[in-house]
């Protein structure tokens, strides 16, 4: 093999590694950014009213309704290009006080899952209906 032609090779080689390790990096980036987000936020005692909405006073009667006609329903959270999935398999009952900014939903095995109503925290919300021709039954 000629000189040009193993210095050539050690340059690809050399490149090769480098965008490998770039890829790595940012990857590694991307991932430690995501962890940074889904950790919890907590306010000092006496400021979690600074959490709620100002325009819509939160109601102090929780409400519940029946969702077992979903057969699941899932949440999707986090930035567009880390979104994370968090599904309920067998929901029974969704509670929520008007004006406030997260919703209780119990499953099937007595688990309640608290969870943003959707729109705040980057919250989008799906469900799969048990009775397709009623997708929407609410």
């Known amino acids: 093999m000629s000189e040009a032609a193993k210095a050539a090779c050690l340059l690809g080689g050399l490149f090769v ?23 919890p936020i907590v ?3 006496g400021r979690a009213s ?8 939160m109601s102090s009667e929780l409400k519940t309704l029946d969702i077992t006609c979903e057969e699941w ?11 994370t999935t968090y599904r309920i398999n067998a929901p029974v009952s969704f509670s929520f006080r008007e004006g406030g900014t997260t ?3 119990v499953d ?3 688990i309640v899952h608290c969870v943003p109503i959707p729109g705040r925290e980057g919250c989008v919300l799906r469900w799969k209906s048990k009775d397709a021709a009623k997708p929407v039954a609410h």
Do not use: N
Not at 50 to 57: N, Q
């Open 17 to 39: 590694l480098f965008v490998g390790w770039s890829a790595l990096m940012d990857w590694l980036d991307r991932r430690r950014a995501a962890k940074e987000a889904a950790r």
């Open 43 to 45: 306010l000092p005692r």
């Open 50 to 57: 600074a959490a709620r909405p100002t325009s819509v006073p």
């Open 73 to 83: 329903r899932e949440y999707e959270f986090g930035p567009a290009d880390f979104r």
């Open 103 to 105: 919703h209780r939903v």
């Open 108 to 110: 099937g095995v007595g």
